[in-house]
């Protein structure tokens, strides 16, 4: 079993509908993702070899998958050598007490943290604060969301939601004083007051974007020096690390360090990444723990379809290109995973409950499979879950007289003939739009969240036979 | 069972069994344009500031450089004759981090590799770079990169990494964020000025 914040409290339909009545939220999405995507755009366009970088990064994902139990063994080992501690965790309870007691151990009641996905899957935070023990988060949009008591929405960009006045506020709430709302002004007060917090901290938390198994090696991508501050000043680091966040070899991220910049800010690299080999004497924290985390990544690993969601890298690329992301926002998903890759990961990682909505929270229209740079065909997965997952007796009802009605041509015919008799009146009544937009009970649960298209005047076969008589 | 033990044991029963080869027919070598013309470019695309030079200008630019500087860091490797015309006081190690946050320091380090392709520059802590907290507390950065370090692409930076197991920081312009409104802003916890000398 898996936990932590990958699930939902409310089913995606609920959820969705509060959201899409916000529409400063609409509006500030619409800028953040058409902003980042256009960028996107660009600078995978300056790369001749890019589907050559996603295949192989896809095939490099795929064989730590087929080859994760040795891959992991090496890891430990490499990285034992290298003079850090290695620690496992079943799910997200566990991992957040073998931190908590990590922490505890050192004796502080402060700790800086570097933005990572992990720890917020396994909800870390509130395990620390319900142990006394207060987490920093240091990157600028975590520290907003942090300060403003809300949740992140976004992979990436966690507070893209808000705008610089709500920012502003939110500071001036805080006691972080900024002279204007002004980017610069806001970003300059978030340095003043964690400036002393990095400089006085003992402990730093972590996750990692890669682990290198034949080396040990960790590596963090980032872009405004928090997570170097934290990875490079505290005289403890522990960093958790999703199992499947393993590569065999450092020459393998030769891939991922041309996939990952591109697709997630559209720059040609982030300002900084740091990789980090157990303990270096003289330089960086000379205690380092790593806890590899399991939290429902096995479940997932056992799906032959739904497996490749585990290549994901974290680049949100797929958020920002698709069209229900960018007017429901993060929130409405429920999980630490939004959008589409949250659509696929989530219900795998933690199972049923509001999460089984999920993939149904998408056109299919397939714009996250183009933009996905190590190609995971999210559609492919969405299919796949919709049909594995439970159906309303009623739907399966529905679904099973139609499959009858369709398998012989003269049924389907006299079929389509009678709702066309049907339509007739509603089609008078509803004018142009051709479409119902409330059905009665029990036809109403369909909608209530989009519209019924009324039968054609005419079928294809009745139209080719009169085109071809004339 | 140890969670280990469960971990792996899990892993084992859940694993596809069907061996991936994986493909490496992307670039491996980028060459073709200038490079160090590429390398510039990228840079002062991320708002780095760059400066050429010849061997014999490199004292009196990087003396240019550090005017503003009250003190300057350098890392115990580093060739003395980079700091022939500073006038100002240098640090060295050991250094607490106090000394590092105090105003006005500037930090001066080469580096092991340059990426041109991506403006990158890679730093390994080895003689001329130090720890890695040295480039990190102080606000202002220059680093000097020779043109015979600089290479195409990601591939061939790290390949001619001496050791991969080294503390390694990449460095891609100075220290920014985009997290309100998308708006890059330069400077938010590391050095918020990077200055750039490449010597032909």
């Known amino acids: 079993m898996s936990g932590g914040n990958i699930v939902a409290r409310l089913p995606f339909p609920v959820a969705a509908r509060k959201e899409l009545g916000d529409a400063q939220l609409r509006a500030n999405l619409r800028n953040a993702t058409h902003t980042i995507r256009d960028k996107r755009l660009r600078m995978v366009g300056e790369v001749p070899d890019w589907e050559e970088l996603r295949r192989s990064g896809a095939a490099i994902k795929d064989d730590v998958l087929s080859r994760l139990p040795e891959l992991l063994t090496q890891f430990e080992a490499a990285a034992t050598a290298a003079g850090a501690t290695v620690h496992w965790a079943r799910d997200a309870a566990e991992a957040c007490a073998v931190v908590t007691a990590l922490v505890r151990d050192t004796g502080t009641a402060e700790v800086v943290k570097v933005k990572s996905m992990v720890t917020q899957e396994i909800g870390l935070n509130d395990s620390l604060e319900a142990a006394g023990i207060a987490a920093v988060e240091t990157d600028l949009a975590e520290l907003i969301v942090q300060l403003a008591g809300d949740t992140p929405s976004h992979i990436l960009v966690p507070a893209i939601h808000y705008n610089r006045s709500q920012i502003r506020d939110i500071f001036h709430r805080n006691g972080l004083s900024a002279l204007t709302d002004d980017p610069p002004a806001l970003a300059e007060a978030a340095r003043r007051h964690l400036r002393a917090k990095f400089l006085s901290a003992r402990v730093g938390i972590s996750g990692a974007n890669f682990a290198v198994a034949e080396s040990g090696t960790l590596v963090v991508v980032e872009s405004e020096g928090n997570g170097r501050m934290c990875l490079t000043l505290p005289e403890t680091l522990i960093s958790v690390v999703g199992i499947e966040k393993i590569l065999p070899t450092f020459r393998d991220l030769e891939v991922f360090l041309q996939l990952l910049p591109r697709s997630s800010t559209g720059e040609r690299m982030n300002p900084y990444t740091s990789l980090w080999t157990g303990v270096t004497p003289g330089d960086g924290p000379q205690t380092v723990h790593i806890v590899l985390v399991d939290n429902g990544r096995t479940e997932t690993l056992a799906d032959d379809v739904g497996r490749q969601a585990l290549r994901c890298i974290r680049c949100s690329a797929c958020l920002n290109v698709c069209p229900v992301y960018e007017r429901v926002g993060g929130h409405a998903y429920g999980s630490v995973y939004p959008g589409p890759i949250g659509a696929i990961l989530s219900p795998q990682l933690s199972g049923g409950g509001a999460n089984r909505t999920l993939p149904y929270a998408s056109t299919l229209c397939g714009a996250c499979y183009d933009a996905c740079p190590v190609r995971i065909n999210i559609p492919e997965v969405l299919v796949h879950l919709r049909q594995t997952g439970p159906h309303p007796p009623a739907e399966r009802a529905a679904m099973r007289a139609l499959s009858w009605i369709m398998r012989d041509r003269r049924r389907y015919a006299a079929a389509l003939r009678a709702a066309r008799r049907g339509a007739a009146p509603i089609r008078w009544a509803t004018g142009r739009r051709g479409a119902v937009r409330h059905l009665p009970w029990p036809l109403s649960k369909w909608t209530s969240t989009r519209d019924a298209p009324l039968p054609a005047k005419q079928t294809f076969r009745e139209w080719w036979a009169h085109e071809r008589t004339r | ?200």
Do not use: F
């Open chain 2, 1 to 200: 069972m140890s969670a280990r033990d469960e971990v792996l044991r899990r892993v084992r029963t859940a694993r596809p069994s069907a061996p991936v080869t994986v493909p490496r027919d992307y670039r491996a070598v980028d060459e073709g344009d200038d490079l160090v013309e590429l390398l510039v470019d990228r840079l002062v695309d991320y708002k780095a500031t760059v400066r050429r030079c010849g061997p014999h200008e490199l004292a009196g630019a990087i003396g240019e450089l550090l005017s503003d500087a009250s003190a300057a860091v350098v890392p115990p490797g580093a060739p003395p004759e980079w700091l022939e015309a500073y006038q100002g006081r240098v640090l060295r190690e050991p250094l607490a981090v106090a000394d590092l946050d105090a105003p006005g320091v500037a930090v001066l380090t080469g580096c092991a590799v340059a990426v041109a392709r991506t403006g990158t520059l890679i730093l390994d802590a080895g003689p001329d770079q130090g720890r890695r907290a040295l480039t990190l507390v102080p606000d202002h950065h220059i680093c000097v990169v020779h043109t015979g370090q600089i290479v195409g692409g990601v591939p061939e930076a790290l390949a001619r990494l001496a050791d991969p197991t080294r503390p390694l920081t990449l460095v891609s312009g100075p220290s920014a964020t985009s997290d309100i409104e998308l708006n890059r802003v330069e400077g938010v916890h590391g050095p918020r000025r990077l200055d750039v000398v490449v010597v032909d």
